[in-house]
């Protein structure tokens, strides 16, 4: 039997970095929404609500960034230099926010500094990471095994519209979580922002689900030819049940199932986009046997990888377990 070792690496890649969107994406989107609570004691229950987590969460880049370098080198040197610009603002804005996690508790006359490094960080890098996957999305130039296109060709329309789009659902999954983790008005605030975030984040998936097919014949292949079609009636109606689980969550007070759900919409819209590109790691040039190592170095690697992989999701099921239930503002983690 032949083992297709790309196929087998192009999953755990997407499963990294769908890992990476809804882990690291709730605190994100905690650092969004930092501006939108202005008393002090509601922002450091925010940011307990995620520092024994969040850095952890971002091990999932690590491995999927590295993973890309190491089995797919043709994708990972065509896609860096069509998305300098973006990586690099994400990266920075990792850095302001991992930096304001450390300097906010120490500082007293200076922390409304660290607070706009939490937002802005937390906002930059949403974006960044939303306007790298419109520039993906639409399309990546390609001649001779190399990026052939300019320095400024990530800046569309559709690509900004896109870095908007991930800031408001990661603002949904930051929502979601404050009301799952916290109590009091903090929580009763953050339950109020969840509806309006919802609301914008099915206008959004609406939108994209709309505008992304006609993009590339591929695309729009993908979603209106038999057989695939199917999940053109699939996906929209196991969105809508996501939806529907996250309002009536909201409303009955199942403080749990709102962000359940929300992390339900954000698989479904990564399902969508893995219909649409595969089996293109740079959509529409270069498939994920074209961008493959040799596959002495993938047997190798993935060696590495089944024993990397479920220790790292060990120990990050073991951190949430640990602090798994609702926050004491008494108390904290920091």
Known sequence: ???????????????????????????LGVGILFPLFPEK????????????????????????????????????????PALYASIIAMLLGLIFRGVAFEYRWRTGRAQYLWNWAFAGGSFMAALAQGIALGALVQGIPVANRAYSGGWWDWLTPFSIATGLAVVIGYALLGSTW????????????????????????????????????????????????????IFSIIVPL????????????????????????????????????????????????????DAAAPDESLGFL?????????????YTSYAYWVFRGKIDPEEGYH
């Open 1 to 27: 039997m032949v083992i297709d070792l790309p196929f087998i690496w192009a999953a755990i890649i997407a499963f990294a970095v769908l890992a990476y969107v809804i882990l690291d994406g709730f605190d």
């Open 41 to 80: 004691r509601h922002r450091d229950v925010m940011m307990n609500s995620v520092a024994p987590v969040w850095d952890g969460n971002e091990t999932w880049l690590v491995l999927g960034g590295g993973g890309l370098m190491a089995v797919f080198p043709l994708a990972y040197a065509t896609i860096l």
């Open 178 to 229: 404050l009301v799952m983790k916290t109590t009091g008005d903090l929580r009763d605030k953050a339950r109020s922002l969840s509806y309006i975030a919802a609301l914008a984040t099915l206008a959004a998936m609406a939108i994209f689900s709309l505008w992304t097919p006609f993009l590339e014949p591929l695309y729009l292949k993908r979603w209106f030819s038999w057989p695939t079609a």
């Open 238 to 289: 196991l969105v809508l049940g996501c939806f529907w689980l996250l309002l009536t969550g909201l409303k009955n007070n199942r403080d749990s199932r709102p962000f359940l759900a929300a992390l339900g919409l954000f698989i479904l819209g990564y399902a969508g986009i893995g219909i649409s590109f595969y089996p293109y790691i740079v959509p529409t040039s270069v498939t994920i046997w």
């Open 302 to 314: 993935l060696v590495g990888a089944l024993i990397l992989v479920p220790l790292i999701l060990a």
